[in-house]
């Protein structure tokens, strides 16, 4: 059984970080990209992120582009998004979703859910001004 486990939320001021964590099991963590989304209240699902570990490529949305970092420790399972320069507009519920690493390459679509075969659960993001 394929499990996303999303960590590392909670509430932080603005200016302040925090670290989302994505630990990924029942899959081979290499044949996977690993996407970043979130998703405000009344908003739309965005996706903000993408990693493909087996290129080494990363992708940002120009909402978070230089404040957000992702990573991956592939010994672990695990990818990272360090999320810096926090705003009150980064206010969402943040879920990862694993896709079939050549679906996301060979399409260049980042962050098209559909694409997306596996989801954690969320964890929640608050920054208060």
């Known amino acids: 059984e394929v499990q996303l486990q999303a960590s590392g939320g909670g509430l932080v001021q603005a200016g302040g970080y925090l670290r989302l964590s994505c630990a990924a099991s029942?899959?081979?963590?290499?044949?996977?990209?690993i996407g970043w989304f979130r998703q405000a209240p009344g908003k739309e699902r965005e996706g903000i992120s993408c990693?493909?570990?087996?290129?080494?490529?990363?992708y940002y949305a120009d909402s978070v582009k230089g404040r957000f970092t992702i990573s991956s420790d592939n010994a672990k399972n695990t990818v990272y998004l360090q999320m810096n320069s926090l705003k009150p507009e980064d206010t969402a519920v943040y879920y990862c979703?694993?896709?079939?690493?050549?679906?996301?390459?060979?399409?260049?679509?980042?962050?098209?859910?559909?694409?997306?075969?596996?989801w954690g659960q969320g964890t929640q993001v608050t920054v208060s001004s």
């Open positions: 979703a694993a896709a079939r690493a050549p679906t996301i390459h060979y399409s260049g679509s980042y962050y098209f859910a559909p694409l997306y075969d596996y």
């Open positions: 990693i493909n570990s087996s290129r080494g490529s990363t």
């Open positions: 029942g899959l081979t963590f290499h044949d996977y990209a």
